[in-house]
């Protein structure tokens, strides 16, 4: 496809559940981004791959939060024992090698709306 | 740490009026910095972007120029329509590293 794509567009799960969430950067780009946007927080940097290799976790809230990057395309973000708390909607982003032309500018998918019950 | 403070909206207007929506940063170095928008039950799209000091970046009648001195990206459109009521993000990558810091976003609604 064109875009970014994400999947489930929306899930719902109970406390304690664990979930995956999935996203289809654009085709090429090497850079994959997780962000999520929540009402008390707004709009959160969570982990950033540069390949295969996430050089910034910086963002992920808690060790119930990885994600991993298989074959420098599809990503997966995965919430353990989920609170409701992590009710939000995560977004990820793609992008060009950041510092080459045109890798400043994230492109964002739909978005996987996650409420946890 | 990078910081991104946007007005808080919601901001009404009617049809053809001008429009402004004040964003300042605090970043070192010399920031990339975004507009983003969120048109309801829809993702996120950019808007325009600029790179630079004094660049100036513009797409569908919205304009924001790069203000060193200032610290701001202000985005203005001379005059709105209907279809522009949506969610602004203003958004800066710094010049090292490569995570997008947001400002909370304000809220448009354009009314006929």
């Known amino acids: 496809g064109a875009g970014v794509s994400q999947s489930p567009s929306n899930k719902v799960t109970e406390k304690g559940k664990d979930v995956e969430l999935r996203c289809d950067p654009i085709?090429?780009?090497?850079?994959l981004y997780w962000y999520r946007q929540s009402l008390g927080q707004g709009l959160e940097f969570l982990i950033y791959?540069?390949?295969?290799?996430?050089?910034?976790k910086s963002g992920l809230p808690s060790d119930r939060f990885s994600a991993e990057r298989t074959g420098g395309s599809v990503s997966t973000l995965t919430i353990q024992r989920t609170q409701q708390e992590d009710s939000a909607v995560y977004l990820c982003?793609?992008?060009?090698?950041?510092?080459?032309?045109?890798?400043?500018?994230?492109?964002f998918g739909p978005g996987t709306r996650l409420t946890v019950l | 740490g990078n910081s991104v403070t946007q007005m808080e909206g919601p901001v009404t207007l009617s049809e053809e009026a001008f429009l402004t929506i004040n964003c300042t940063y605090t970043?070192?170095?010399?920031?990339?910095l975004f507009w983003y928008v969120q048109y309801p039950g829809e993702g996120l799209q950019l808007l325009l972007k600029?790179?630079?000091?004094?660049d100036k970046g513009s797409n569908k009648g919205f304009e924001a120029t790069y203000r060193k001195e200032t610290t701001s990206f202000h985005l203005e459109k001379g005059s709105v329509q209907v279809s522009d009521s949506a969610v602004y993000f203003c958004?800066?990558?710094?010049?090292?590293?490569?995570?997008?810091?947001f400002g909370g976003g304000t809220r448009v609604l354009v009314k006929p």
């Open positions: 982003a793609s992008s060009l090698t950041p510092g080459a032309g045109g890798g400043d500018t994230q492109y």
């Open positions: 085709s090429g780009h090497t850079a």
């Open positions: 791959f540069q390949g295969n290799s996430a050089p910034d």
């Open positions: 970043a070192t170095g010399y920031p990339s």
């Open positions: 600029a790179t630079k000091a004094d």
């Open positions: 958004a800066l990558r710094p010049a090292a590293g490569n995570k997008l810091t």
